[in-house]
């Protein structure tokens, strides 16, 4: 067996192992469902309300992901002007940590209040919780960029664009999708954030409205979705990265 696979099956085990013992510890503690249901049940109720449950996982994934993009573009190209101009990083910088600060839950009113309840305050808050990782590390990896390598290429006639596009960008990639893998679950949050808030569908209002109704199983079975949903866009930007920045990963044999 390669160690590739062994280090597979091993992870396998160990969740799988995780699942065993909390459904062992529920039923030896005689835990009640309203406290903690067991992962039998939880997944039950996954397989039971599966039609009713995907529209709403529909909802929150299409939302998530228009939320993110939109955030990806305004992180790439605020991270673009921070990055390459001394005068902007000095100046806007301290502007978006400062509104990285503000909790993200006290927003998701004023955007209800001007766009109403729906899709659109659910993309919005996506869209501001995932921007900020985007942006400090496509500035970073520009920081990054040598200075003797921006002389060489300016003395050979290259604008400061031609830098930015041809040297700069391509640098950052490893960077860019660190921030990607990060922003993505940061997107989720934001979604079933504003969906618990201000909105009628999505896993967010699935899970507040079973917690309203004591249907705990249900509730969990949501976070069961949103914690795959999560795994699977990460896995994906995982294997892009692959892709795209095998040259900045350096192969390392781990011996297992």
């Given at each position: 067996?390669?160690a ?10 160990l969740?799988?192992?995780?699942f065993g013992?909390?459904?062992?510890l529920?039923?030896a503690l ?7 249901p067991?992962p ?6 996954l397989w039971?309300?599966a039609?009713?449950l995907?529209?709403?996982?529909l ?12 955030g990806?573009a305004?992180?790439?190209?605020l ?17 978006l940590?400062?509104f990285?600060?503000?909790p993200k839950?006290?927003v998701?009113p004023i ?11 659910a993309?919005l808050?996506?869209?501001?919780i995932?921007?900020f990782p985007?942006v ?5 990896g520009l920081?990054?960029?040598e200075?003797?390598?921006?002389d060489v ?9 031609d ?9 950052t ?15 989720f ?9 201000a ?13 309203s109704n004591?249907?705990v199983?249900?509730?969990?079975a949501?976070l069961?979705?949103?914690a795959?949903l999560g ?8 294997l892009i990265?692959?892709?795209?920045t ?10 297992v």
């Amino acid at each position: 067996m390669s160690a590739t696979l062994r280090r597979r099956s091993l992870s396998i085990g160990l969740i799988l192992a995780f699942f065993g013992v909390w459904e062992v510890l529920c039923i030896a503690l005689n835990v009640s469902d309203l406290v903690l249901p067991r992962p039998s049940e939880i997944f039950t109720v996954l397989w039971q309300r599966a039609p009713q449950l995907w529209p709403h996982m529909l909802q929150t994934l299409g939302t998530t992901l228009l939320g993110f993009v939109l955030g990806v573009a305004t992180g790439v190209v605020l991270g673009a002007i921070v990055g390459s101009s001394r005068l902007a990083y000095d100046t806007a910088y301290p502007l978006l940590i400062g509104f990285s600060s503000i909790p993200k839950v006290a927003v998701v009113p004023i955007f209800v209040l001007w766009f109403g309840s729906g899709t659109v305050p659910a993309v919005l808050t996506s869209l501001v919780i995932c921007f900020f990782p985007i942006v400090v590390n496509i500035a970073t990896g520009l920081a990054t960029t040598e200075p003797e390598l921006e002389d060489v290429l300016k003395a050979l006639g290259a604008s400061k664009f031609d830098i930015l596009w041809n040297v700069g960008l391509p640098r950052t990639m490893p960077f860019f999708f660190a921030s990607l893998k990060v922003a993505i679950t940061y997107a989720f949050v934001g979604t079933v954030l504003s969906e618990t808030v201000a909105s009628n569908r999505g896993i967010g209002n699935v899970m507040i409205s079973a917690s309203s109704n004591f249907n705990v199983p249900l509730a969990f079975a949501g976070l069961f979705i949103l914690a795959g949903l999560g795994i699977a866009l990460y896995a994906i930007f995982s294997l892009i990265e692959r892709q795209v920045t095998g040259w900045a990963t350096r192969k390392r044999e781990i011996a297992v």
